[in-house]
């Protein structure tokens, strides 16, 4: 079981790729933004790329990245 | 634009609940559904009735309701962006108290401090005037949006609100539990609410005597396409679309697309499928009720280009995938449509829509993704023709 998730808001995100290159597994779209996997917005974090995914948040220049407990994600309306 | 004619043919559109007897003044309202009672199981009513949003996503709307804590705000959805649709705009003008009525009905139900009612610029002053003939509608804040695809987005109404353009905000979390200025926050759609006014007065049994046992109740349709007679009307949820379309005269059809532009094509054989709610099993999701058909003189594919295109333009300019993706897949579906004869567009144009979905703020590139996939699959044999320089259409 996953206990948090890399949640992107899209809307800040400027394609600069400092997460790209701390966070394995992401991959960068042809356009220069980066790819979370299937869901598209939210990546489960295991627990050994915890701080990895940490590192992302508190680096990236338009703090677009959080972590969220995985439970309380989901974009209802 | 579409033309609001009234209903056709109402004999074959049995109870008809929200279009049926009723008018825009309060007198012809009180005179067709009596007063507003008060309900105080009205949120149970509701989660009874089965009753699914009307604005797109069908979301049940009695727990969204029930979700709700008190304290919150309530908003009446009338945005509307969608150009092919006319039903809110129809209702509002037609039956502004039906959806007053279920407005107050919901804030009070889930004991909200704050009223609003969000609707277009040609419906304010209908409102406007609807809300000065009553005297327990004076609470209600009204406000007019502008017209565009994105606005109507339960997270743009928010941002409306809160001073800002109507263009959607990421929300992570739920808006009933953090939305407007972080309050709880309900969005329903106008034609929801007047689900609820019907419902508060006769309660859940017979809101679900009529429609599909997954979605009851009646619903608006905006029909539009190639039809002798384009409109709204009110049909049974679960009605088949060959049913519904009957009363505007189709012609042959060749395909139709159903929920509008963030919604899918289907082909003639899907004309004996019911219309609800994604969740009813078998159903074509009908969304928020558009029909677009398409006779044999419509290209299926110049048609879904011209609206990939029209939807690459609405993007509300936030999020990079959206931004960038959406006209190139335009673009691609354009030249497929055209009869460029490049044999890895279709490929080109797969690979393009993985790269959108599920990546933006609001639905708006999962939505316009769907719409093309629906496209290449049910206009296969068009994708084909087209690559050996034909197009099936004839005009």
């Keep these: 079981m996953t206990a948090t998730t890399l949640h992107i808001d899209w809307t800040r995100c400027r394609g600069r790729g400092a997460c790209i290159d701390l966070v394995p597994g992401l991959s960068r779209d042809p356009w220069g933004y980066p790819i979370l996997g299937s869901s598209g917005s939210d990546l489960p974090v295991p627990p050994q790329l915890e701080v990895d995914a940490a590192d992302a948040v508190a680096l990236c220049p338009v703090a677009a990245l959080s972590l969220r407990p995985s439970a309380g994600t989901g974009a209802g309306r | 634009m579409t033309t609001v004619h009234p209903a056709p043919r109402p004999e074959t559109l049995p109870r008809r609940r929200l279009l049926g007897p009723g008018g825009p003044s309060y007198t012809e309202h009180l005179a067709a559904f009596g007063p507003l009672p008060a309900r105080p199981q009205l949120i149970e009513d509701v989660v009874r009735s089965g009753l699914t949003g009307r604005g ?50 919901t804030a009070t139900a889930v004991q909200a401090k704050q009223v609003h009612l969000v609707v277009g610029p040609v419906s304010a ?133 159903v929920g509008g532009y963030h919604g899918a094509w289907v082909g003639p054989e899907a004309l004996d499928r019911p219309l609800a709610a994604a969740a009813a099993e078998g159903a074509i999701p009908v969304g928020a009720g558009i029909l677009l058909v398409i006779g044999p003189g419509t290209c299926g594919l110049q048609a879904s280009a011209e609206i990939a295109t029209y939807l690459a333009g609405e993007t509300a300019g936030q999020c990079g995938p959206c931004v960038n993706g959406l006209p190139v897949a335009g673009e691609l579906l354009a030249r497929i449509a055209d009869g460029d004869r490049d044999p890895s567009l279709v490929a080109q144009l797969e690979r393009t829509l993985r790269l959108v979905d599920g990546r933006g703020a609001c639905h708006h590139p999962d939505g316009t993704a769907r719409l093309i996939r629906s496209a290449l699959t049910v206009f296969a044999d068009e994708v084909r023709a087209h690559r050996a320089g034909h197009c099936g259409a004839h005009r």
């Design chain 2, 56 to 105: 797109g996503a069908g979301f049940p709307a009695g727990r969204k309701l029930a979700s709700m804590s008190p304290g919150g705000v309530v908003i009446g959805n009338g945005s509307e962006g969608e150009p092919l649709s006319a039903k809110d705009r129809l209702l509002l003008e037609t039956r502004p108290h039906l959806v007053l009525d279920g407005l107050l009905a």
């Design chain 2, 125 to 257: 002053p209908a409102l406007r005037h609807a809300i000065a003939e009553r005297r327990d509608a004076r609470h209600i804040v009204l406000t007019e949006t502008q017209d565009r695809f994105v606005g109507g987005e339960a997270s743009a109404v928010v941002h409306l609100l809160t001073g800002g353009d109507a263009v959607p905000v990421d929300h992570p979390v739920r808006l009933t539990t953090r939305g407007l200025r972080r309050r709880p926050t309900l969005v329903q759609n106008v034609e929801t609410l007047a689900h609820i006014a019907v419902i508060a007065r006769s309660g859940a049994d017979a809101f679900r005597a009529v429609g599909h046992p997954a979605d009851p109740g009646t619903r608006l349709l905006t029909i539009a396409g190639d039809v002798a007679h384009p409109g709204v009307l009110e049909a049974p949820s679960g009605a088949s679309l060959r049913d519904v379309l009957a009363a505007a005269e189709p012609g042959r059809i060749s395909g139709a697309l």
